[in-house]
């Protein structure tokens, strides 16, 4: 890493630094794993390398199917060029079955196929443990309005269409995942672009025959090795980072 860059953020997987022109940030992936709120840490070796890599992959897919997202290029193994965006403070999240706080919270099986995809928001915020929040409560203290909602559920709908049928066609359900949005302005026009990460970090991830996870579930619920589980995705969807060149996404119909 060049030196005396000014960093802008860290949070716990990923530390962002000012960007080279107005406008852009770098997105650097640490080897950092978190869970249960950062109670649960450890240092994954490779982790950073995968979620870059897996990252790169998602979001340039979803370019390609005119689904807009803050991801510019990627500059080298931990590194990726974004555009600067305002986060709004939700973090957006796409259920097909039931895992984690929705199958406790419904007393739900682990793995029940959900009637439609449900789509939920939580409140960017650590201290109070990312906290569930009704689309009530967004509107009335102005993190969003009614209409970026409506736009932030087509865009949490489309990526959920596009990750599904790429997971599907490499034998890997996807159980949920999360995305973060974010504004950015047109001259007067605000926009809303996917943004964050879309990695195995956000992502709940099973294999479909034998139901064996493949996403940070393996080291919150301590199942083996995390970078085995990364790898294996990634081996799957043909992106290692020991390819150096540009991977393009191929699309699944």
């Keep these: ?40 840490k450890a240092t994954i070796e490779g982790k950073g390398v995968l979620n870059n890599r897996l990252s790169e992959y998602f979001m340039t897919g979803l370019a390609n199917i005119g689904v807009p997202n803050h991801f510019i290029k990627r500059l ?10 305002e986060i709004v403070p939700l973090e957006v999240i796409v259920r097909n079955f039931a895992a984690g706080s929705i199958a406790k919270r419904l007393g739900l099986e682990e793995g029940t196929p959900l009637p439609r995809p449900i789509v939920e928001y939580s409140y960017k915020n650590d201290e109070l443990g ?12 102005g993190w969003a309005n009614q209409q970026d909602l409506d736009d932030i559920v087509a865009l949490a709908l489309r990526v959920n269409d596009f990750l599904t049928g790429v997971f599907y066609g490499v034998g890997i359900k996807l159980i949920d995942f999360k995305i973060e949005i974010g504004r950015i302005w047109d001259g007067d026009f605000m926009r809303l672009i996917v943004a964050d990460e879309i990695s195995p970090d956000s992502c709940r991830l099973w294999d479909v025959k034998t139901g064996q996870k493949l996403d940070k579930d ?24 020991t390819n150096t060149q540009p991977i393009k996404p191929t699309l699944i119909n």
């Design 76 to 85: 080298n193994m931990r590194e990726q060029l974004i555009r600067q965006v």
């Design 130 to 141: 990312d906290p569930l929040v009704p689309e009530e409560y967004i509107i009335a203290f």
């Design 1 to 40: 890493m060049a030196p005396r860059r000014k960093k802008i953020y860290e949070g716990k997987a990923k530390i962002l630094y000012e960007g080279p022109e107005p406008g852009t940030l770098v997105q650097y992936f640490k080897d950092d794993a978190t869970a249960f709120n950062a109670q649960k």
């Design 218 to 241: 393996v080291f919150r619920r301590d199942l083996g090795s995390l970078t085995d589980a990364y790898t294996e995705v990634a081996k799957r969807l043909g992106v290692l980072p």
